[in-house]
């Protein structure tokens, strides 16, 4: 990449990318028909092994980071996502929820929790999972029903509760469970986060979703009956929950706007080399005005989306958290992924029957893959409200 496409990032940075593209389509991308073809998690989870080895999990973490970079962060975070989508979003899904996993545990974890769970996921050796979602709490988070109750006699925390959508159930090795410990607490401030290790009794996953896209992520519901871990096993204090999730959901969505970038990206170089090489009606494809201005307009919204994605991770380098990195990494995560699928969906168009067939390309691929994008992570819906919220303070969004 050059010119003033990614002015945002500096020459380290864009060596950063071109060392890291140079990786994935080592490792990956021979590996993404497997991905594809044979949903084949095995091929994914070999990808995360090489990753972590590579310490291009570390990235988010400075302390444990080994490599060159100087000031390693979420910049260089959702240039890896980028790349990745790029050439498998399902792949890259890996990459977002082993960062959200090992976030809170490098922030909120006792030093000896920290040492026994992050390790792992960090060297790619062991796979996390997050568990926020369930059959009645989805974008609304106010509604889990899942239940932590500190038991004095054993000094455990006692979970029982039913996950759906968790991506890399039943396949992690660690999961991060967010539930209820205080029933009476006002909204927002009962919540906790709890490690939940991997073959603990009472964890089980009912069921595995057959997804439209993302062929090789293992996604499916995980049920806690009586699950018994430790007391140190919960994140930070009692209640700290909503704070743990609101700064995991900051950087994960720059980090799914790098995804919905290199989605997007990818959509566009099949439209483009379609248009520059087919012939209709006596001219190349793309001489007629109706795919020029469609090709426009893919272009101009891979920018945008371009600018607020790395506008988003520089905050977040520059320390800027909280309440004012929500608007930018919410801008981010819309536009991207929106744009996710309107490049998707062109390109397709554009490539007319060949579009739609797996015999011809990779287009119906990123079409079936892009449509998660607006959902996972907080939906579009959800984006506007926050960057609503900040833009009208003196009213309160009637979700
Ligand atoms: C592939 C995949 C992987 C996932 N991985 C994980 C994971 O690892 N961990 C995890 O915890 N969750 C995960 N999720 C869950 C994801 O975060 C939720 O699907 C998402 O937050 C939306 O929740 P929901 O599906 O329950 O939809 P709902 O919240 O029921 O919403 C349904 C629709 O209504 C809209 N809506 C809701 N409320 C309002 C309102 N007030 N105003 C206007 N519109 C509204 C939403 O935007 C959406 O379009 C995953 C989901 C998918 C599909």
Redesign the pocket.
């Known amino acids: 990449m050059s010119g003033i496409q990614d002015f945002i990032l500096d020459d380290e940075d864009r060596w950063f990318r071109a060392e890291v593209r140079a990786f994935l389509m080592r490792e990956l991308e021979p590996r993404a028909f497997a991905i594809e073809s044979d949903d084949s998690w095995d091929a994914v989870k070999a990808v995360v092994r090489s990753l972590g080895e590579a310490g291009y999990l570390a990235l988010m973490f400075q302390d444990l980071y080994r490599g060159w970079l100087r000031n390693p962060g979420l910049t260089h975070a959702t240039i890896l996502s980028e790349e990745a989508a790029a050439i498998n979003y399902a792949f890259e899904t890996t990459i977002g ?1 082993a960062l959200s996993c090992a976030y809170p545990l490098h922030r909120y974890a006792t030093p000896e929790i920290r040492e026994r769970y992050l390790g792992e996921i960090i060297n790619g050796k062991a796979v996390g ?5 369930e059959p009645t709490a ?3 988070t106010s509604r889990l029903q899942t239940r932590i109750v500190y038991d004095e006699t054993s000094q455990e925390w006692v979970i029982n509760g039913l ?1 759906r ?3 890399n159930a039943s396949v992690a090795d660690v999961y991060i469970m967010y539930g209820v410990t205080d029933p009476d607490a006002a909204a927002g401030k009962g919540l906790s986060a709890v490690v939940v290790p991997a073959g603990t009794p009472g964890l089980s996953f009912p069921r595995r979703y057959t ?1 439209m896209g ?1 062929r090789g ?1 293992v ?1 499916g519901e995980v049920e806690m009956t009586n699950v018994r871990v430790p007391r140190d096993h919960l994140l930070g204090e009692p209640g700290q929950g909503t704070r743990i999730m609101v700064s995991m959901f900051n950087f994960e969505r720059a980090i799914l706007g790098g995804s919905g970038l290199g989605v997007a990206r990818a959509a566009f170089k099949i439209a483009q080399d379609h248009a520059q090489t087919r012939e209709a009606f006596g001219q190349k494809l793309g001489s007629k005005q109706l795919i020029w201005s469609t090709i426009a307009e893919m272009s101009w919204r891979i920018d945008a989306a371009e600018l607020l994605t790395y506008r988003a991770a520089k905050l977040y380098d520059a320390g800027i958290t909280g309440k004012d990195l929500a608007k930018p990494a919410a801008m981010a995560k819309l536009v991207s992924t929106e744009t996710a699928v309107y490049c998707a969906d062109k390109a397709v168009q554009i490539l007319g029957g060949d579009g739609i067939t797996k015999e011809y390309g990779r287009a119906e691929q990123l079409y079936r893959d892009a449509r ?1 994008l607006p ?8 984006a506007r409200y926050l960057i609503a919220s900040s833009d009208l303070p003196t009213l309160k969004p009637n ?1």
């Open positions: 929820t999972a997050i568990g926020v979602t989805g974008s609304d996950k959508y968790i991506s997804f993302r992520c996604v998660a959902i996972v992570g907080g939906t579009s819906e959800m979700l």
